[in-house]
Nanobody, 120 residues
Framework: QVQLVESGGGLVQAGGSLRLSCAAS?????MGWFRQAPGKEREFVAGIRWGAGNVYYVDSVKGRFTISRDNAKNTVYLQMNSLKPEDTAVYYC????????????????WGKGTLVTVSS
């Protein structure tokens, strides 16, 4: 069982930046970030494949968020710039054991989440 530990959430004003980190305790095929706002379903935000480094983003964060990895540390990062109040959510790190799509049901491991609050 792989453990995922997130860090880096907090309160920021609109237009500000935050960086989230997620450290994995073991090997995974790919890792990504999901978020869940109050009263809404959990949604995919960004993902990265360990091997080829392919990255994926939901349209609403393209150009503002950047996902990256540190292979040596088994850690992925989510740099979030130009934050908007609608980005407020609990952000979850998730990982695949093998090749899979970026939907909630396809992820094999989950972190506990970290809260990001963007004030207007």
């Amino acid at each position: 069982q792989v453990q995922l530990v997130e860090s880096g959430g907090g309160l920021v004003q609109a237009g500000g930046s935050l960086r989230l980190s997620c450290a994995a305790s073991g090997r995974t095929f790919s890792m990504g970030w999901f978020r869940q706002a109050p009263g809404k379903e959990r949604e995919f935000v960004a993902g990265i494949r360990w091997g080829a480094g392919n990255v994926y983003y939901v349209d609403s964060v393209k150009g503002r968020f950047t996902i990256s990895r540190d292979n040596a540390k088994n850690t992925v990062y989510l740099q979030m710039n130009s934050l908007k109040p609608e980005d407020t959510a609990v952000y979850y790190c998730a990982a695949h054991r093998a090749l899979g799509g970026w939907s909630v049901r396809n992820m094999d491991y989950w972190g506990k989440g970290t809260l990001v609050t963007v004030s207007s």
